[in-house]
């Protein structure tokens, strides 16, 4: 059974850091892409970041570009989010992703993943 296991969210001042991390079982870590998503209150699951299985290839929303880390360790089954400069606006559920069997190359989408985590909660202060 595949689980993602996200951790590292908490209550933050607004222009602190933050990392998240997911561990993941279940499924072929190192030749799986993967992918953060964020839930702000009241709103859709939007997309945040995309690692390919090596790392070598990353993709960002624009809204946190330059202020988000995604990478990633293989060895240890284990995606992360390094939030600097963070903003009220990034306030919400943070969800890791992961696709599936057989799905190659970075996503963007929502339903080009088909493993999720539970969610842990961000909040920025102003």
């Known amino acids: 059974q595949v689980q993602l296991v996200e951790s590292g969210g908490g209550l933050v001042q607004a222009g602190d850091s933050l990392r998240l991390s997911c561990a993941a079982s279940?499924?072929?870590?190192?030749?799986?892409?993967m992918g953060w998503f964020r839930q702000a209150p009241g709103k859709g699951r939007d997309f945040v970041a995309t690692i390919s299985w090596s790392g070598e290839s990353t993709y960002y929303a624009d809204s946190v570009k330059g202020r988000f880390t995604i990478s990633r360790d293989n060895a240890k089954n284990t995606v992360y989010l390094r939030m600097n400069s963070l903003k009220p606006e990034d306030t919400g559920v943070y969800y890791c992703?992961?696709?599936?069997?057989?799905?190659?190359?970075?996503?963007?989408?929502?339903?080009?993943?088909?493993?999720w985590g539970q969610g842990t909660q961000v909040t920025v202060s102003s």
């Open positions: 279940g499924l072929t870590f190192s030749s799986t892409t």
């Open positions: 992703a992961a696709r599936g069997p057989h799905y190659y190359g970075l996503a963007s989408a929502e339903r080009d993943y088909v493993y």
